[in-house]
């Protein structure tokens, strides 16, 4: 199944005019207006409204509507981790957007920045991709129940040379200069992992997980007040515990944890039963399926 995201100035507009167009995409909340729609995905879910199982040109397809704020906003900050989770994958984009495409080239170098962080001081070039794909699942409400058990696997393996393309450059990057990160040889790669490294990455993380790293060691703050000077100080007193890895993969699940419920929420009372269960069961034939293929053994 082909996946869309469509960022949009107005979703509201863009809901009115599309369900216009294309009513059998729509639940009976449709009938509310385009207004309806995007009130739902912004109060009950995580900004994205889904129209699932749609045909189109001989497939089945589903496509997702955010306004382009809410998506760079996910993008800089992690609030949700929904969107820019996705974009921490390989990507075609159709209609390129500066503001969208400056969000997401932070968004990867966050995405190196707590992967590193997860990882130990030496590492394959896959493992970090397997790392880096992986934190959009950490805590989701889905995996182990509707959701492919080899997914990260999978996506990893079969977009090996889009994972390269992606990260060549953060690879480069700030993040890596910080992390002391460096080729071993071949596809092992190497990385600095003293504690004023560790803490140096760590002051770059999104707002989104320093306030749930702050909260963790008892420093109370807000997104407005967390100040580079509030992050470092955050960053010291994590690294202090001796337990980053433990509290930064909490701290990201809690993030996805709490937004895959929302929208798992939203996206069944969007698409009614029929719609949903169908899609469930997909997924749960997927996943059932998954677990039939039995790894090979090197």
Known sequence: MLDFIMAVDDPSEWHAQNIQANRQHYSQLASLGGRAVACHADCVGVGVHFNTTVPWRNQVIKYGVISKDRMCSDLLKWDSLYVSGRMHKPILTLQPDEAVANAAKCNLQSAVAVSLLLLPEQFTIQELYRQICGLSYLGDVRMGIAEDSRKVDRIVEGSLDGFRDLYAAPLQGEVAQQAGLARVHDDAWGQVVGQEARQRVLETLPKGVMLQLASAVSIPTTADALTPEVSAKVAEAVIATGRHQQLLSSAVANIV??????????????????RSCAYVWQKLLKSWRSRQVKPQLM
């Open 257 to 274: 944890r709490a937004s895959s419920r929302r929208q798992a929420v939203a996206g069944f009372l969007m698409a009614g039963p029929v």
